[in-house]
């Protein structure tokens, strides 16, 4: 599981996207949902920060958060940094000129768009609330500058056309040229290639590859599928419960996990290409927390195979760059194990 | 039951609409001993008698009392206060013979005055025209304007969902057929499918079956509508999966419409029932408004406002003849807020805010 | 494995769907749209078929007509005749395959009042508390509502109801994509253990080739209703043969900018009678022949063959 390329870290480059102690609580006043209890990520412009998690584990409403896209009624705390910037201390009106520096994505292209607009029209007004002069010309030429970028073919003659049109991989892609459209900085991607077909979710997957670099686009990825996350991500972060359970650069955390959960979720692919007849099935028992009622202490223990009554704490994230979430982490020979000395 | 009460608890104008229906349809029932006179009975003396309850005097102290009161001008029916007279009301008095419920001899009334001493009688909500108590009235009209929406929702919703989901369940000749019945029927406008269909029909028939008539009269009117919503819902929901796989376990058709299908349409059926019964009623009393509906000597609410509260002049200088109006309005919200109640009840889904 | 001389229990052949597109009072044209294209298989008893393709391959619509919730417009489709039922089909989502109105106990015990040998309600439930704990579900929670359990449960729930009527087979379409991915494992742990107690077949259709290739003895492969190759799943995950089954094993192909990468036709809707190959618009190794010939069968190892006009 190599990632398509290699970039080397870059401690140096500035954070263009930074979330610090983020939580997130959803739902009416009597009903609240903590979706995220304190979560800390950056990203910097030509990397690619992979999330996973389950459903609600917390990894899409933190990205939203990030955005400042939360449905009304929720309520967000925690920092906020775009470009290094705090994002709350915008007015308004600059922060819907900043939130342009960020773009974003969503699983359902078909969904994501008006049926009855041609994407002439949807490119245009994109185009012009960040430049509202633009001629109707110049926005055409822009957008197929954007429909050549994401490579889909005929721009001039599919401009004209209607969601309904086209192909799911290709509606896909206009998504992406639509979230290039005001040249974002960064680019958070919830769950792109989850509703497409497999043949057309590797082109996808390399087309984000490929703008990363000529970009050098901040990626947010999210997805539930550790295989698309490792083709992709640069570093990962392992959520469940709406809290971070590890995180550090993807081989590493691939080869080494050092949480119980996300060594279990690696070792439970599905052993393809072999019979179920030679091949026992590695199984996680038990069922994904509840997010309306969390446990008080780690949430994965109810599953975890090393859990014992340390775990009834919740344990602190600890670690510089590859960080976990456990009392009982992984040790293993190749590599220091990462979260040593995390009981509290 | 338990759910019941949760969600009743949350939607405390729902439990008072409740409550009111309850206290209406049981004082319905007990008309005949509730009521402190026959509604027919005339009181010669007391043509639009204003109501004379009250509730302290010197004389009596507090308690439920009437005040004497006597006409001193015929021809616009003022009435003046006797200072200092007043007649005690009695609970449990011995007066007109009725029949309670058609057929069981009574001359008990729940409340009333000590006619046969001389005193007042009681009008808690006045007097028409002819002396007759407009209480009583209102409580035996209540018979026909209370149930008249439960038989006619009963049976334009069981034509309905008949039609309209046979219609939509099968689909192919027979939805084209219903359907096209439906549209006849509501081309022609309501109202005048209405006056066409009284008026073809003898207007000289007792209030059994003029009420019988009526009923079947707003059913046939309000049916089609309702099927063509109840076509559209069955028609998208016989592709549902749970149906699927119904038919996969060899459930047999009809058994899956009704088990299954409509099942899923409940709020939708709660929310016309409810709204359906007081179109119903109001129905009946545009009808009998326009004196096409009950006619003396049978009376509804209907029928009170459209002989009492007919002129404005009527309502500016007795305005308690206006009070079945009241009574239909409040029956009307009443059933409103019961249905949303009865929606909540229905959803599955539905959980309290905690 | 499945042995080579299993009895076949379902025989496909030459189905085809057509799908009207439902044309209102006035419109004269009425639109095709045809779902599979003459499907030929095998289906032996107790063996596990898996069935991959894409969205829009048709293999939902081939499960449907094999769980005969549908009928093939034409070609045959028999079974061996049976005192059980032949089939059951599982739903991809099972909080819509059951009415969310009814308690568990009326969605496993209502159907099997139909059922051959009805033993009266008793029995039935006694049968649904059974097969609740078969699938790792409390059976005093039959008084719940499926809305009341997790997805990963109503699936096991949606198990335990297809078992009631004693299904020789059951046909699963898509019956993990939609669960979380740690309990999708869960899920198909407890499909070969129910497999193997109640000796079922299993036709298991996936767009997922991990699963598919993992669970089945023998696997097609679909594409725009055309059935394009067969093959002993472990043979086909070593080695496919047809360009489309090489595509989907190694979408890197796809990076090479070649054909493969002609996502624009992907696959068309067939609104018109269709000819050829269904994969001719995006086969790189495309010739002339394939738009208009429907490619014969070519055999290429022991039970293994494939559909192409390139393969000898």
Not at chain 1, 301 to 325: I, Y
Request: contains cysteine.
């Amino acid at each position: 599981m190599n990632s398509l390329l290699d970039v080397p870290n870059k401690l140096e480059v500035p954070n263009k996207l930074e979330v610090r102690n983020l939580s997130v609580t959803l739902g009416s006043r009597n009903n609240p949902i903590q979706a995220v209890r304190g979560v800390s990520w950056s990203v910097s412009a030509g990397e690619c920060l992979g999330i996973i998690g389950e459903s609600g584990s917390g990894k899409s409403i933190s990205a939203l958060a990030a955005l400042d896209l939360l449905p009304p009624g929720s309520k967000r705390e925690g920092e906020v940094l775009l470009d290094g910037e705090p994002f709350d201390e915008y007015s308004p009106a600059e922060r819907r000129l900043k939130r342009a520096k960020a773009g974003m994505i969503f699983q359902e292209p078909s969904r994501s768009f008006d049926p009855i607009t041609n994407f002439e029209t949807t490119f245009r007004e994109t185009l012009r609330v960040h430049n509202p002069r633009l001629t109707a010309v110049e926005a055409r030429q822009k957008a197929i500058a954007l429909w050549q970028e994401v490579h889909l073919g005929q721009p001039e003659t599919r401009l004209k056309s209607y969601p309904h049109q086209l192909s799911g991989g290709m509606l896909q892609r206009v998504m992406i040229a639509l979230a290039l459209a005001n040249d974002p900085e960064v680019l958070i991607c919830d769950e792109p290639t989850t509703a497409l077909d497999v043949t057309v979710q590797r082109q996808i997957l390399r087309l984000l590859a490929d703008l990363k670099v000529s970009r050098s686009l901040a990626l947010v990825f999210i997805s539930h599928d550790l295989a698309v996350v490792s083709q992709l991500a640069d570093r990962l972060l392992v959520m469940y419960g709406g809290l971070v359970l590890e995180s550090g650069p993807v081989h590493e955390v691939l080869s080494s996990p050092a949480s119980p959960y996300t060594r279990a979720l690696w070792s439970a692919r599905i052993p393809g290409g072999s019979h179920w007849t030679k091949d026992p099935l590695q199984v996680i028992p038990g069922m994904p927390p509840d997010p309306r009622s969390p446990l008080k202490g780690c949430p994965f223990a109810p599953r975890c195979p090393r859990a014992d009554a340390a775990c009834a704490s919740l344990p602190s994230l600890v670690g510089l760059g590859r960080q976990v979430r456990c009392h009982h982490p992984e040790v293993n020979n190749t590599q220091p194990p990462a979260g040593r000395g995390a009981h509290e | 039951m338990k759910r019941f009460l949760t969600v009743l608890g949350h939607r405390p104008v729902a439990a008072v609409s409740l409550t009111v229906l309850v206290v209406m349809y049981l004082a319905m029932a007990f008309c005949e001993v509730l009521s402190p006179y026959d509604p027919t009975r005339l009181f010669p003396d007391a043509s639009d008698h204003p109501p004379n309850l009250c509730w302290y005097s010197s004389q009596w102290g507090f308690g439920p009392q009437v005040q004497r009161m006597v006409m001193i001008d015929e021809v616009s029916r003022q009435y003046v206060r006797i200072k200092g007279e007043y007649d005690p009301v009695h609970w449990g008095v011995t007066a007109d013979p009725v029949k309670l419920w058609g057929f069981l001899p009574l001359s008990w009334h729940v409340f009333g005055t000590d006619t046969h001493s001389g005193a007042d009688p009681v009008f808690l909500f006045g007097t028409d025209n002819l002396g007759r108590d407009l209480f009583s009235r209102i409580l035996y009209g209540a018979r026909i304007s209370l149930t008249i929406g439960f038989v006619g929702v009963a049976v334009s919703l069981t034509l309905a969902l008949l039609l309209g989901g046979l219609a939509g369940y099968y689909g192919g000749f027979w939805d084209w057929l219903i359907m096209r019945l439906c549209e006849l029927l509501i081309l022609i406008p309501g109202l005048y499918l209405l006056l066409f269909l009284r008026s073809i029909l003898s207007d000289k028939m007792d209030s059994a079956s003029s009420y019988a008539l009526i009923t079947v009269i707003l059913s046939f009117v309000s049916w089609p509508g309702m099927a063509r919503l109840v076509r559209g819902m069955v028609h998208s929901l016989k592709r549902a999966d749970f149906v699927t796989n119904a038919r996969q376990e060899k459930m047999p058709p009809l058994t899956i419409l009704f088990r299954h299908i409509i099942p899923q349409m409940s709020s939708f059926l709660i929310l016309s029932v409810t709204l359906g019964i007081p179109g119903f009623i109001l129905g009946e009393t545009a009808l009998s408004y326009l004196g096409l509906g009950i006619t003396d000597p049978a009376f509804s609410w209907g029928s009170l406002i459209s002989r009492d509260a007919a002129s404005l002049d009527n309502l500016v200088h007795f305005p308690w003849l206006f009070l079945p109006g009241v009574f239909l309005i409040v029956v009307s919200l009443a059933y409103n807020f019961l249905g949303e109640l009865l929606r909540d009840l229905a959803d599955p889904h539905w959980r309290a805010p905690s | 494995m499945s042995s080579h001389q299993a009895e076949v229990f379902m025989t496909l052949r030459d189905v085809r769907k057509v799908y009207r597109a439902e044309a209102g009072l006035f419109s004269h044209s009425q639109r095709e749209i045809v779902a599979v294209r003459s499907v030929s298989l095998d289906w032996r008893r107790g063996e596990t078929y898996g069935l991959v393709g894409e969205s829009g391959s048709g293999k939902s619509t081939l499960a449907r007509l094999m769980g005969f919730l549908e009928q093939p417009t034409s070609g045959t489709l028999s079974v061996q005749p049976s005192e059980r039922p032949v089939t059951r089909y599982v739903f991809q989502d099972p909080s819509s395959s059951m009415d969310p109105r009814r308690t568990t106990a009326q969605i496993l015990t209502w159907g099997a009042r139909y059922q051959n040998g009805y033993q009266g309600p008793r029995m039935a439930l006694a049968r649904a508390r059974l097969l609740m704990e078969e699938v790792g579900l409390n059976p005093l929670d039959l008084d719940k509502r499926p809305g009341d359990f997790s997805g990963g449960q109503r699936q096991r729930l949606a198990l335990a109801r297809a078992l009631m009527s004693e299904p020789l087979t059951l046909i699963c379409d898509e019956i993990v994509s939609a669960l979380d991915v740690s309990v999708q494992g869960q899920i198909l742990r407890l499909l070969l253990d129910l497999k193997q107690r109640h000796g079922l077949g299993l036709f298991f259709i996936s767009h997922d080739l991990e699963v598919v290739t993992y669970l089945s003895d023998r696997m097609g492969v679909m594409y725009g209703g055309q059935l394009l190759e067969e093959a002993p799943a472990e043979v086909w995950a070593r080695g496919p043969a047809h360009p489309y089954s090489r595509l989907l094993k190694d979408p890197h192909l796809a990076d090479q900018g070649d054909n493969y990468s002609n996502f624009e036709t992907a696959q068309t809707v067939a609104t018109a009678e269709p000819r050829g190959c269904s994969f001719a618009g995006r086969c790189p190794l495309v010739q002339a022949k394939c738009r208009t010939e429907t490619p014969p069968w070519k055999q290429i190892g022991p039970e293994h063959r494939a559909a192409c006009h390139l393969l000898s």
